[in-house]
């Protein structure tokens, strides 16, 4: 009821807006207004089109928007634009996952995750998401196509598309510079230039231009860090650079060819502990846990001969450990001044790549009429190094040996004393040498004292399209062909996570290796029949793909305190098979009023799951149905676009992190989703006074789960909770509204005064599908923890356009976050591990832009 009265406020909202809006053009057709809104091109195609001539639904966010809205790459993109949501992996800055009507590729560090939302830079696309963590030093447009892709785009996009266009050469001299400085000492620096054209188009050599790109961001971190000689949390430290070339051999010849190099040295955001699960399943908490342990161990300790170690040790780290998780409890949800960690999380990753575009004009060729030939060959590789720590309880034992400690190991030791009545003896000896070598924290994932995690991943991938034009036809016919390998190894020393320290012990050896070897061909086709004056047409698509994965796994033997896990490894091979495809009805009502309809289908490939899990997983696919209006009104002053969609969605990909009773954490993917999902968006963009632009773009989803695995007892599979009962869609809000205005105050006679705001609002929504695992033997669902709604004001002024020697200048303040919304990112509700945690979002910032172009 409370998201329907929001959905139904927020429709009103819109309403409203439109209807001012509508007023306002009939005073502005009145008064032949000057400036109306600008075409757009975009390549969703595989051709250049205009955006309101194509008949797919698409958010083009052109140079001048990227730059207002303070755009550097797709993380940036998170609720920035309604209907376009998810989250920053917890473990990786930059390691993104998208979600675009309600559909999400999960955990973007995890290997086995291929996104749900594939993302293209310059036509390649990136196998892996943590690809996209760099910023792009030279963005042109970026073009988001919600809804199933299967056909042009193909593999790995049943959510959407993102495309990336970074700028071609001019070919005449000239660039931009800015920097940028601002609070937390913020410090960037963007630096364009283009080359004059050497030869000429008509020689033999013909010509080439080119192009360079060069940002660096640095900023210091939002959260102070309690613990001496650490860094401060959610620093930024990210350098990018662009290389573009076009080697021009004739009028229909080009050689285009891109590269792109990106470094992201960030601190992690601060993992905030709000919560604790229970203790039992009858409703324990782990403080009372802790402290029935104490009472016990105050009991121990007058006995004569006891271990001296209770007194010492185990009653001072008792203490503390309640203490501390009382305090968090105190203190709940919120954005924080400061935090710990035992060992702070940093994202050290670098990655570049090489692409060559050939393109040619072949001529008309009979029946096939005007032909284009495209080839696309890329390279990429990428180095991501991680240390992360899931909560900022600083574990870390003092000189004497004691601190706080996890309460997991402090039930253990009540167990381990209750049963000689606090004498010592050899196991529990034990168990406090492990502590002293190891530590007593609750979650660590590498250690920079140590050769720390690493994934190396590499792709190749060669795309081949012959674009063609009839007298009646428009179409795309090609090739494609993709192979990746990824490395994921910890060194002998290192462990790649240890849970529970120090009862789970120092962490195993593990390397893993995958490959994908993928093979398709694809083609579409727009037929216009002469039928209703032109106006109608039929656009078909088909894309058939073949797929190989492979996975080699090793994990060394693990030494704990109770049990000794032997070596094992394994090697699996699996082909998937898919045709997707995309049938669309478009008419021209009026020469600026088009409709559509489009049924399309999308997948995402099947896999295996490394590191702790040895299941495969299947593809899923998702069948959508789409209805859409793109029009413009009042002498192009005014543009409305909409789309009305429902989908489909079989064998869903789900992602679920359990415990296991020896404290190991499992992620990992497995089918058993399916839901029947439907929704809408629409965006009006108006100009009702010359000098005023207006933007109002609203996306609403409904639905949930209509089949999902049930939660199941480890020790009695038949005991079982119906997991649909307790399932949500994760990820994505059910009402999301963005307002934009851009309005220039003043035209000065060298430059004009200009203001630009933006309102982004989302409703609630859930951060995972569901919770679930087993608590004293028994199926439990752990609460959700849901996302608050949150409203972002951003703006900017500007005064733009000042003539300074030979160029121009501008300068601009800009805000973000300007009421200083305190609001939750993601959480993690970690089950057996004990912790509930959450990441916020970034406190108010501003900063003073300068740029000269020239």
């Known amino acids: 009821m409370i998201h329907l009265r929001r959905s139904l406020i927020s429709t009103s909202v819109l309403a409203a807006t439109l209807v001012l809006v509508g007023a306002s053009q009939t005073q502005a057709q009145e008064n032949a207004g000057i400036r109306v809104l600008e075409e757009t091109i975009v390549t969703a195609e595989r051709r250049e089109t205009n955006l309101q001539d194509t008949a797919v639904t698409i958010t083009a966010l052109t140079s001048d928007d990227i730059l207002k809205r303070g755009i550097s790459g797709p993380t940036d993109l998170i609720a920035e634009l309604a209907g376009v949501s998810g989250f920053e992996s917890p473990g990786a800055r930059g390691a993104t996952t998208l979600n675009i009507r309600g559909l999400s590729g999960g955990a973007a560090l995890n290997g086995a995750v291929s996104a749900a939302v594939g993302i293209y830079v310059d036509g390649v696309y990136l196998g892996r998401q943590r690809s996209a963590a760099f910023d792009v030093a ?164 007058a006995t004569p001969g006891t271990d001296p170690r209770i007194t010492q040790r185990l009653i001072p780290s008792l203490e503390k450990t309640i203490a ?160 990746d390998e990824e490395k994921e190894a910890a060194d002998e020393t290192d462990s790649a996570a240890i849970y529970l320290a120090p009862l789970s012990g120092a962490g195993r050896e593990t390397r893993s290796n995958s490959t994908t070897l993928a093979k398709a061909i694809f083609g579409q086709m727009k037929f216009t029949p002469g039928w209703m004056d032109e106006r109608f047409s039929v656009t078909a698509g088909l894309r058939y793909t073949e797929e190989e994965k492979t996975l080699d796994q090793f994990r060394g033997e693990q030494v704990t305190v109770f049990r000794v896990n032997p070596e094992e490894s394994f090697s699996k091979e699996e082909n998937f098979y898919n045709l997707s495809g995309a049938l669309t009805l478009a008419y021209e009502f009026t020469d600026t009023v088009n409709g559509f309809a489009k049924y399309s289908t999308g997948y995402k490939s099947g896999g295996f799951n490394p590191g702790v899990f040895d299941g495969n997983f299947d593809e899923e696919t998702v069948e959508q149905y789409e209805i859409g209006l793109k029009s413009d009104w009042f002498e192009r002053r005014m543009r409305v676009n909409a789309s009305l969609w429902t989908y489909d969605w079989k064998d869903g990909q789900i992602s679920q992190i359990t415990v296991t009773p020896d404290g190991r954490a499992l992620s ?183 740029s000269y172009t020239f």
């Open 138 to 301: 030279d963005l042109q447009q970026m073009e988001i196509l919600p809804g199933p892709q299967g056909t042009l785009f193909g593999r790995n996009s049943p959510g959407g598309a993102l495309s990336i266009v970074t700028k071609a050469p001019t070919g005449e001299f000239g660039g931009k510079v800015m920097g940028t400085v601002g609070r937390y000492d913020q410090r960037d620096l963007r630096v364009n230039m283009n080359t004059p054209t050497l030869g000429d188009v008509s020689s033999p050599l013909g010509e080439l231009a080119a192009s360079f790109g060069y940002q660096t961001r640095s900023r210091d971190g939002f959260y102070e860090n309690s613990v001496p000689g650490e860094p401060a949390f959610m620093d930024i430290n990210r350098e990018s650079y662009h290389v573009s070339a076009d080697w021009r051999l004739s009028e229909d010849t080009l050689f285009a060819y891109r590269y792109d190099k990106g470094r992201v040295g960030d601190t992690n955001n601060v993992d905030k502990v709000v919560d604790f699960t229970p203790l039992t399943a009858s409703g324990i908490t782990r403080i009372q846990g802790m402290q029935g342990v104490l009472g016990a161990a105050r009991g121990w300790a």
């Open 668 to 850: 990992g993917l497995g089918n058993g989703g399916q839901a029947e999902r439907w929704g809408s968006e629409i965006e009006v963009t108006a100009i009702p006074l010359d000098d005023l632009m207006v933007s109002v773009s609203y996306a609403y989803i409904n639905g949930d789960f209509d089949e999902f695995p049930d939660i199941c007892s480890n020790t009695d599979p038949t005991n079982c909770l119906p997991g649909v009962n307790f399932a949500k869609r994760s990820g994505s809000p059910d009402n999301a509204l963005s307002v934009t205005a851009d309005y220039i105050f003043h035209r000065f006679s060298r430059g004009e005064l200009r203001g630009y705001m933006q309102v982004n609002w989302q409703d609630e929504w859930y951060e995972n599908a569901i919770w679930g695992g087993t608590l004293s033997g028994q199926p439990w669902i752990y609460p959700h923890q849901v996302m608050d709604e949150r409203t972002l004001v951003n703006a900017r002024l500007s005064l733009e356009e000042i003539p300074v020697g030979g160029g121009v200048m501008s300068v601009a303040l800009t805000g973000k976050n300007l009421t200083d919304e305190d609001y939750p990112l993601y959480g993690l509700n970690l089950g057996a591990l004990g912790l509930i945690s959450q990441q916020y979002g970034d406190p108010r910032t501003y900063a003073v832009e300068l």
């Open 324 to 483: 501390a998780y009382q305090e968090i409890l105190e203190v709940g949800e919120g954005r924080v001044s400061s935090a710990q960690a035992d060992h702070m999380p940093i994202t050290d990753t670098v990655g570049d790549g090489h692409s060559v575009t050939f393109s040619t004009d072949l001529g008309t060729l009979g029946f096939l009429g005007e032909v284009e030939f495209k080839s696309i060959t890329a390279y990429r590789k990428l180095l991501t190094n991680t240390v992360g720590d899931i909560e900022n309880i600083d574990s870390r034992l003092d000189a004497n040996g004691v601190g706080i400690m996890n309460d997991t190991l402090l039930a253990t030791f009540g167990q381990l004393y209750g049963g000689s009545g606090g004498f010592a003896y050899p196991l529990v000896s034990n168990v406090w040498d492990a502590v002293d070598e190891i530590g007593a924290f609750h979650a660590i994932l590498g250690d920079r004292t140590l050769p720390r995690n690493y994934t190396e991943y590499r792709q190749f991938s060669q795309e081949i399209q012959f674009v063609g034009t009839t007298e009646r036809t428009e179409y795309v016919v090609g090739l494609y062909y993709f192979d």
